[in-house]
C-alpha cells in the first residue's frame, strides 16, 4: 500500500492498495504532483515516491498480463501451442 500525505499541513491526501487485484490509479498526474484539498498546496512527488509508484504500477499490469495469459492458456489447453 502506498500513502500519500500533504508535505505542507499532514493532511492525508491519497491511499493507493498494490498487489494483485489492483485497479489502475485514478489519473497518470499522481507521478508528479497532486493538489492537497485541506491547504491547496501541490503536493510534488520525490524521486523515491514516484519510483515507487511507477514500480507499483508495473507490478500492476504484470499481474493483469499474467492472469490473461493463464486464461488464455486454459482455453487452449490440450492443443499444440507453438
Not at 500533504?6 to 492525508?12: A, F, N, P, T, V
Not at 497532486?34 to 499490469?61: F, G, M, P, V, Y
Request: aromatic fraction near 8%; glycine fraction near 4%; proline fraction near 2%.
Amino acid at each position: 500500500m502506498l500513502t500519500l500525505t500533504c508535505d505542507e499541513c499532514g493532511q492525508h491526501i491519497l491511499t493507493w492498495q498494490t498487489g494483485k487485484g489492483v485497479k489502475k490509479p485514478p489519473t497518470v498526474d499522481l507521478f508528479t504532483t497532486h493538489l492537497c484539498n485541506k491547504c491547496k498546496q501541490i503536493h510534488e512527488l520525490t524521486a523515491s515516491e514516484t519510483d515507487k509508484w511507477k514500480q507499483a504500477e508495473l507490478e500492476r499490469i504484470e499481474f493483469e498480463y499474467q492472469k490473461k495469459f493463464n486464461e488464455i492458456k486454459k482455453k487452449f489447453k490440450g492443443e499444440n501451442l507453438k
